[in-house]
């Protein structure tokens, strides 16, 4: 805009100073201001259509390590911006009531498998006491046939008669009572889950659960990459509903475009962009848009709120992602780097060269 606008002064120079060939009067300024000013607006509006430009901006996801597991920090093993693999040991968490906690389980563990093989000699138990019961009960019927043939006689008295009776009560009830015993047995040992005793198996499952969490004291990086912003100290209390650290990965890097909407037409995706970054200054390259991202925060309503100003009044630009050439030195693509980026349609035509200069000069300004 600048250029367009030097040329058009020199030219109003040459014609109404140098060369005087239009005498400077109040008329010919109005009207070289109002020519210069639609000259203006129309340049302008031709490269925000024809070759839009935006800024650039390389982001990418820092992960919240949370751990697993509350506890106190007994080891910090990693140092603020310096790289790390992954799997490497980040901290440690206090282990000593975790590794309680299993060996309490352990026990149960034993106690319940030992319970398990007391049922089979408690339903063994029932079930001889259930023989003995039947055998006594037959003798009572026999014994009690006697007394009442005895009593036909007239050789047994009705005391006797009515003690065998009640013996044979006693004995059935005795035996009901071995009976239900044995149910109930029965019951705890068909109580099972996968083929497993279902006291045997609660106490494996929360075995299971604790020597996971006994794992989950030692917290490791997810990926290759770098902590940032370190604070955690060795004697803090990490807690599993609060971030410990800041992780940044090295993979899942990206470049996103900001750009006016009116030049939305032009961005699809595999449409070239030069891109110039602050990193590189005095250079530049060219990539491809990868997809024009659908929705920014200025357009969406919360569900159970009511809609903001900002909300409702939108905004007047839009975002791409741009392919992130990984033959970049790395010192570039660092979170946060920014730079300029600037569009050239096929339609451009003489647009074109005001267009390329302007992002050279854009190139050229990052030294400063």
């Known amino acids: 805009m ?11 120079y040459l014609i109404f100073g140098r060369f005087k060939l239009l005498p400077w009067s109040t008329s010919w300024k109005s009207a070289v201001a109002t020519l210069g000013l639609i000259i203006a607006l129309v340049v302008l509006g031709a490269l925000n259509y024809l070759t839009p430009s935006g800024t650039v901006t390389i982001h990418g996801a820092a992960i919240s ?17 310096l790289p790390v693999k992954k799997g490497d040991l980040l901290f440690k968490i206090d282990q000593v009531p975790f590794e309680a906690e299993v060996r309490r389980l352990e026990a149960s563990l034993v106690e319940a498998k030992s319970g398990e093989a007391g049922l089979q000699a408690e339903l063994e138990s029932a079930l001889s006491e259930i023989q003995r019961l039947e055998a006594q009960l037959e003798f009572g019927f026999q014994r009690r046939d006697d007394v009442v043939e005895l009593a036909e006689r007239g050789a047994a008295t009705g005391f006797r008669m ?20 044995k149910r ?7 109580s099972r889950i996968g083929g497993v005793n279902s006291a045997v198996a609660q106490v494996e499952q929360a075995l299971v659960s604790a020597r996971w969490k006994l794992e989950q004291t ?50 699809q995706p595999g449409s070239v962009v030069l ?7 005095g250079t530049s390259f060219t990539t491809k848009v990868e997809a024009v991202i659908p929705a920014t925060s200025e357009g969406t309503l919360s569900p159970g709120s009511l809609p903001s100003i900002g909300q409702l009044l939108g905004t007047k630009h839009f975002a791409v992602r741009l392919v992130l050439p990984q033959d970049l030195p790395d010192y570039t693509k660092r979170l946060g780097t920014s730079g300029a980026a600037t ?26």
């Open 343 to 368: 569009l050239i349609t096929d339609e451009a035509g003489p647009v074109e060269a005001l267009a390329r200069i302007l992002f050279w000069l854009r190139v050229q300004f990052n030294y400063l």
């Open 162 to 181: 009515q003690e065998s009776i009640s013996t044979i009560e006693q004995t059935e009830a005795s035996l009901r009572s071995a009976q239900a015993v």
């Open 65 to 81: 390590v949370t751990p697993n597991v509350s506890g106190t920090v007994v080891e910090l093993n990693v140092a603020p911006n």
């Open 275 to 281: 891109v110039a970054l602050r990193t590189l200054p």
């Open 184 to 190: 109930g047995v029965e019951i705890r040992i068909g």
């Open 218 to 267: 030692i917290v490791r990086a997810p990926s290759d990459g770098v902590v940032t912003a370190l604070t955690l100290r060795a004697g803090d209390r990490a807690n599993q509903f609060s971030s410990s650290l800041s992780f940044v990965p090295d993979e899942d890097l990206a470049m996103t475009g900001v750009f006016s909407q009116s030049g939305a037409h032009a961005f």
């Open 2 to 12: 600048l250029i367009v606008l030097s040329i058009y002064g020199v030219l109003v």
